[in-house]
T-cell receptor, first 113, second 111 residues
Framework: GENVEQHPSTLSVQEGDSAVIKCTYS??????FPWYKQELGKRPQLIID?????GEKKDQRIAVTLNKTAKHFSLHITETQPEDSAVYFC????????????FGKGTRLHILP | DAGVIQSPRHEVTEMGQEVTLRCKPI?????LFWYRQTMMRGLELLIY????????DSGMPEDRFSAKMPNASFSTLKIQPSEPRDSAVYFC?????????FGEGSWLTVV
């Protein structure tokens, strides 16, 4: 089955700097890669996703890149702000009916003032 | 829609007691998921249903855990008997396509 590894488990960056979170997956059939953000005490919520037919997707200060050959994908946050402090989860799925989405263990991002 | 609704939000129970967590998915969603979140293991998928039928329960840790979905608008996750290591946040989520919507979670503490 699919296995998703996420690094680092904790990341601290100065406000205004960039943050990068990396994930690898094992199932070459996976073709859908969402990222969820979970603020303290709240539920995880989708912030961006990417499908295997594109290599990069951007939405304002966040971007995701995908390297299908190497089976890894990354989340990039630029010009970080205090409200970016949260736990971020990557995930992978094949988009086949009844196939499950597998989550990484999460990265706790701290934005330092 | 009010989103995925879970109850109780918080529960503290004694070891050995039965715990029942409840979930109401978003209307029209045909998939329902139960996740457990801990610091050590992150977000673990316990079981999920499609059209009220369990599809994959390989994540259910042991026989003490059971889940049911008697109809499209209600699901339960039961732990009997509960143990301290079951302390975690339990999330219910639902989806119709690829996008999963999570509930607020049920924070369980077993003492």
């Amino acid at each position: 089955g699919e296995n998703v590894e996420q690094h680092p488990s904790t990341l601290s960056v100065q406000e205004g700097d960039s943050a990068v979170i990396k994930c690898t997956y094992s199932d070459s059939a996976s073709n859908y890669f969402p990222w969820y953000k979970q603020e303290l005490g709240k539920r995880p919520q989708l912030i961006i996703d990417i499908r295997s037919n594109v290599g990069e997707k951007k939405d304002q200060r966040i971007a995701v890149t995908l390297n299908k050959t190497a089976k890894h994908f990354s989340l990039h946050i630029t010009e970080t702000q205090p409200e970016d402090s949260a736990v971020y989860f990557c995930a992978a799925s094949t988009m086949n009916r009844d196939d499950k989405i597998i989550f990484g263990k999460g990265t706790r991002l701290h934005i330092l003032p | 829609d009010a989103g995925v609704i879970q109850s109780p939000r918080h529960e503290v129970t004694e070891m050995g007691q039965e715990v029942t967590l409840r979930c109401k998915p978003i209307s029209g969603h045909d998939y329902l998921f139960w996740y457990r979140q801990t610091m050590m293991r992150g977000l673990e998928l316990l079981i999920y249903f499609n059209n009220n039928v369990p599809i994959d329960d390989s994540g259910m840790p042991e026989d003490r855990f059971s889940a049911k979905m008697p109809n499209a608008s209600f699901s339960t996750l039961k732990i009997q008997p509960s143990e301290p290591r079951d302390s975690a946040v339990y999330f219910c989520a639902s989806s119709r396509g690829l996008l999963i919507y999570f509930g607020e979670g049920s924070w369980l503490t077993v003492v």
